[in-house]
């Protein structure tokens, strides 16, 4: 039940942030620009789909054309959430606060929506600087007419994928790229975005689960001290997970554990 409660606030979540970020990014832009010129920029392919649906007008039946695109459009949407969720930052944050409550044994707390609504406020701080390079980039001259909504999808394409690769392990890249059977990449834009984002997934996985074990380390030695001093003391039937609780509360706020893990996750994105 907590597992699909988890999942369900993720995906309620992960639709408002992106309804937020839409709304940041194009109404100032809307605001500033005044009406869109009548005359849009005639595309290169005519019969690219991404160029047959123009997103700077108001959405209709007749718009999208045929019944398959607007199949494909819906399916598209659908897939934004978990885009957002596996292109970002939010994996590596929602593993390390999970293994941070975890090894503390706090068991709900904190409850699994202050979890998931301080990874996403996290994701949007870390990838900040990527979204002002989509915004400036494609979002802005799309909204002005300027390029087609082909070559916008392309150039916001680009710095997300320039962060995935940032922080993506070579050996799971070049793993992922020998299984799809792909070229050998000249350059980083070479890798196709379908190899990238696996890859990025798992070295992501890999970064949050060896940031947890860290996370484990100081309130294993407390259990183990807790455990040794009640044995010593003849206490065999206390628990000590009941003793060992409020010292990790102690130490952890003492210590200002919290600005600590969420600094060391913010920086770790920034090295």
């Given at each position: 039940?907590?597992q699909k409660q988890l ?125 002002d390079r989509i915004n ?136």
């Open positions: 039940m907590k999942i369900k606030t993720l995906g309620i979540a992960s639709l408002a942030v992106l309804a937020l970020i839409l709304l940041f990014y194009t109404l100032p832009v809307l605001a500033q620009n005044g009406p869109l010129p009548t005359k849009p920029v005639t595309p290169a392919n005519p019969s690219n789909l991404l160029d047959s649906i123009d997103l700077r007008k108001s959405m209709s039946l007749e718009e999208l054309g045929t019944p398959l695109q607007l199949i494909v459009f819906m399916s598209l949407l659908t897939i934004l959430p978990f885009m957002f969720i596996m292109t970002t930052s939010f994996i590596r944050t929602i593993i390390v606060l999970s293994f941070l409550r975890t090894a503390m044994g706090t068991q709900t707390n904190p409850p699994n929506q202050v979890v998931v609504g301080i990874a996403l406020f996290l994701t949007l701080y870390t990838m900040s600087p990527v979204w400036n980039d494609a979002i802005v001259p799309y909204l002005d007419n300027k390029i087609t909504q082909s070559i916008a999808v392309e150039r916001g394409l680009t710095p997300i994928k320039t962060f995935m690769l940032k922080h993506t392990s070579k050996q799971e890249l070049g793993f992922f790229i020998r299984l799809a059977n792909e070229p050998k990449p000249q350059r980083p834009s070479d890798v196709p975005l379908h190899v990238v984002v696996p890859a990025f997934m798992v070295s992501e996985l890999t970064t949050g689960f060896k940031m947890g074990f860290v996370l484990f380390l100081p309130f294993l030695v407390i259990d183990l001290v807790v455990a040794n001093t009640l044995l010593a003391l003849g206490m065999m039937m206390l628990s000590p997970v009941t003793i060992s609780l409020p010292f990790k509360i102690l130490v952890f706020t003492l210590a200002d554990g919290w600005f600590l893990i969420l600094q060391a996750i913010v920086m770790s994105f920034r090295i």
